[in-house]
C-alpha cells in the first residue's frame, strides 16, 4: 500500500517521540480518490530466484450521489520457494503471505474523518542451517564454505523452523480545520501482532513452541496553527500503551507499557533564512512480570522522563547553495527485551540476554549539511554528523555459545557505553543530457566504544551506489509506449575492518568486501484503450558469492545470488471513461 516514504529528520522528528533518535521513515499510502467513479489496478510480480509469484488487486471509488465520501480495497498473496545463493539453494527459506486492507473516508470542507484497517499474515521459513544441535557442530558450521545439509534443491515446502505472524492494525484519523485558528488532528491507532514460533528440535507435536501476543494502542492529537507572521508550526500530546503476553518458552516477559509525551515545533522563515525548533518531553512507565529459573514470580516497575530537542538553521546564500547547521538532544529507554530477554531469537538463530540494569540513552547530535540545487547539471548534497549518545545500548557477542534443549546459538548480551559516531552521507546527481544522468550515494559511519577505547560492534561498512538512467518517452521503432526508462548501476560495500580487539570479539571475522552489478527498465505499452506498465529489476547480476556484515546468517551462508524481478501493472478504469 505503501506510494511514499518520507525521511523526517529535524524539529519535526519530535512529534514522533524520544525513541527517534535517529530520526523517522514515514510509509504513507497515496491519497483516497478525490474525483467520482470507480478505478483500480492488477499488479503481478514474478521473481527467478526463489521462485516467488505475487498478485495484488486494489479498487477505490467515490459515488457521485455522496461526494464526501471515498473508499478502497487491496488485497495481497505471494509464495516463495528456497532462496538461492550465487551456488546452492538454501534450505528452508520460503515464505507465504495473505494480506488484505480496507480504507473509508469522508471529507468535507472543513474537517474529515478516515478509518484503515488491514491484516497482514504470513509463514516465514528460517534457515535450516542456522538451528544446530550441538556445539561441536555449531563450532563447526560458523564460517563454513557452504552449510552441511541434505538437500540442496528447490522447494517450496517450508519445515521447522519456522514463524506464523498475524499482524492486525485498526487507525482512525479526524481532523478539523479551525480557520484563522489552524488545524487539528486526532489519531488512534490498534495494533495487534501474534507471532508463533515452531522450533527444529524438540518439537513433540504440531502445536507451536512460542507464542507472543502483543497488543498496542497508540492515540496522538495534534494542533498546526496557523501562520503568525513568519512563523509556523504545531504542537501536540502522544500515547502508547502495550500489553505483552506469551504462552510456551521463554523469551521475553509479561509487560505493560505506558508512554506519554507532549512536544512543540516551530518554524521560522524569512528571505534566505529558515530557523527551526522543537521540544518534547516524555514520561515511560513499564511493569514487568516474570517468573525466574527458582519459580520466584517479580514484579519490578520502571519508569523513565527526559526531555529532548532540536534546534537547526538553513541559509541559503544563492548561487544554488544552502547550508544548514543542527543539534539534536535526544534520549531513549530500554525496552523489556533489553532489560529481560533470556531466551532463543529464534528469527536471527541467536541466544540473547537482557540487562536488567540499563540505563536511558542519552544522545548528542551535531551536522552540518551543504546542499547544491537547481542546477541543470549537478544537484545534491553532503552531511557530516556527530553524535555522541551516553549509555548507548548494544547487542555484544559473548563466549561461550549457549547450549539449550533447543540446540546450541552464538550468544549476545545487551551492553551499555558511552559511544560516539561520526559519519558522512553524500548523494548526488549528475545530468549528462535532459534524458540521461547520473545518480551516486555514499555513506560512510566511524563509531567507537569510548569505555573500552575500542571499536564498536555492528557498525555498517562504507556503501557507495551508483546508477546510471535514461529516461524516453517512447522505446525506439514502438510507437504506443511511453514513460521508459533503463538504468544500470552497482553498489560496492566495502569490508568492514574497523571491529572489536580489546573484548566482544564477533563468532566470525568480517566477510570481504563486495560488488553487486544491478539493473531496472521498464515502459507502458497501449493496448488499445487499456495501459500495461512493464518491468524488470536485475540484482546481482554476476551471482556474485558474498556476505553481508550486518546479516546474522553470514556465520552460515552466503546471501542470495543472481535475482530478475519482472514487474507488471493493469491500471484500471470502471466507469468507462
Known amino acids: 500500500m505503501a506510494s511514499e516514504l518520507k525521511v523526517v529528520k529535524g524539529a519535526a522528528g519530535v512529534r514522533y517521540g524520544a525513541d527517534a533518535i535517529g530520526g523517522v521513515v514515514l510509509v504513507e499510502p497515496k491519497a483516497l480518490p478525490d474525483t467520482a467513479g470507480v478505478s483500480g489496478e492488477l499488479n503481478l510480480l514474478g521473481s527467478t530466484n526463489n521462485r516467488q509469484g505475487a498478485v495484488s488487486a486494489t479498487v477505490e471509488g467515490k459515488p457521485a450521489s455522496i461526494p464526501a465520501l471515498s473508499w478502497r480495497l487491496q488485497g ?34 472543513n474537517y474529515g474523518a478516515e478509518v484503515f484497517y488491514s491484516q497482514f499474515n504470513t509463514k516465514l521459513g528460517i534457515l535450516k542451517a542456522s538451528h544446530i544441535g550441538n556445539l561441536t557442530d555449531l563450532e563447526n558450521a560458523i564460517g563454513r564454505e557452504r552449510p552441511e545439509q541434505t538437500s540442496y534443491d528447490f522447494t517450496y515446502t517450508i519445515d521447522r523452523p519456522y514463524q506464523d505472524v498475524s ?83 521463554y523469551f521475553i516477559p509479561f509487560f505493560r507499557n505506558f508512554t506519554a509525551g507532549a512536544f512543540v515545533s516551530e518554524k521560522w522563515r524569512k528571505d534566505r533564512l529558515q530557523l527551526e525548533g522543537g521540544v518534547r518531553y516524555d514520561y515511560k512507565k513499564l511493569n514487568i512480570t516474570k517468573r525466574e529459573r527458582n519459580s ?69 547530535n551535531f551536522e552540518a549539511s551543504v546542499t547544491y540545487y537547481g542546477n541543470q547539471r549537478l544537484n545534491g548534497k553532503l552531511s557530516v554528523y556527530n553524535n555522541f549518545i551516553n549509555d548507548y545500548i548494544y547487542l555484544a557477542p559473548v563466549q561461550p555459545p549457549t547450549l539449550t534443549i533447543r540446540g546450541a546459538f552464538p550468544t549476545f548480551e545487551y551492553k551499555q557505553a558511552d559511544a560516539i559516531f561520526r559519519g558522512i552521507d553524500l548523494d548526488l546527481e549528475y545530468r549528462f543530457t535532459p534524458q540521461l ?129 519482472f514487474r507488471v501493472k493493469l491500471p484500471l478504469n470502471f466507469s468507462g471513461r
Open 167 to 249: 499482524h492486525h492494525l485498526l487507525k482512525t484519523k479526524a481532523y478539523w480545520d479551525t480557520g484563522n485558528a489552524g488545524r487539528l488532528e486526532f489519531v488512534y491507532g490498534l495494533q495487534r501482532n501474534i507471532r508463533q514460533e515452531y522450533d527444529l528440535h524438540r518439537a513433540s507435536s504440531a502445536d507451536p513452541e512460542l507464542t507472543l501476543d502483543i497488543t498496542t494502542h497508540t492515540t496522538e492529537a495534534v494542533w498546526e496553527h496557523a501562520p503568525v507572521g513568519n512563523l509556523t508550526g504545531s504542537a501536540g500530546v502522544s500515547t502508547i500503551y502495550q500489553n505483552n503476553t506469551y504462552q510456551g518458552r
Open 296 to 364: 520466584d514470580i517479580i514484579r519490578p516497575e520502571y519508569q523513565f522522563h527526559n526531555v529532548s530537542g532540536t534546534l537547526g538553521a538553513l541559509y541559503d546564500v544563492g548561487y544554488h547553495l544552502t547550508f544548514g547547521l543542527s543539534a539534536t538532544s535526544a534520549w531513549r529507554a530500554p525496552g523489556a527485551n533489553e532489560l529481560f530477554s533470556d531466551g532463543v531469537h529464534h528469527g536471527s538463530a541467536s541466544y540473547e540476554r537482557g540487562n536488567r540494569d540499563l540505563n536511558s540513552e542519552q544522545a548528542y
Open 76 to 109: 495481497t498473496a505471494k509464495r516463495a520457494g528456497n532462496a538461492r545463493t550465487a551456488d546452492y539453494y538454501m534450505q528452508n527459506t520460503g515464505f507465504q503471505e495473505l494480506n488484505f486492507s480496507g480504507t473509508l473516508g469522508y471529507k468535507k470542507e
Open 437 to 565: 544522468y547520473l545518480e551516486s550515494r555514499t555513506s560512510i559511519v566511524r563509531a567507537r566504544n569510548l569505555d573500552l577505547n575500542d571499536h564498536l560492534v555492528g557498525v555498517p561498512a562504507d556503501r557507495y551506489n551508483n546508477m546510471l538512467r535514461f529516461d524516453t518517452d517512447r522505446l525506439a521503432g514502438i510507437g504506443n509506449t511511453s514513460d521508459t526508462y533503463f538504468a544500470l548501476g552497482g553498489t560496492y560495500v566495502a569490508e568492514q575492518t574497523r571491529v572489536p580487539t580489546v573484548a566482544e570479539q564477533d563468532y566470525m571475522a568480517p566477510p570481504a568486501g563486495y560488488f553487486l552489478l544491478n539493473l531496472e527498465a521498464g515502459t507502458t505499452v497501449q493496448l488499445g484503450r487499456q495501459p500495461v506498465e512493464l518491468g524488470i529489476t536485475g540484482s546481482n547480476l554476476l551471482n556474485t558469492a558474498y556476505r553481508d556484515y550486518l546479516n546474522r546468517f553470514r556465520y552460515f551462508t552466503d546471501d542470495m545470488g543472481r535475482m530478475l524481478l
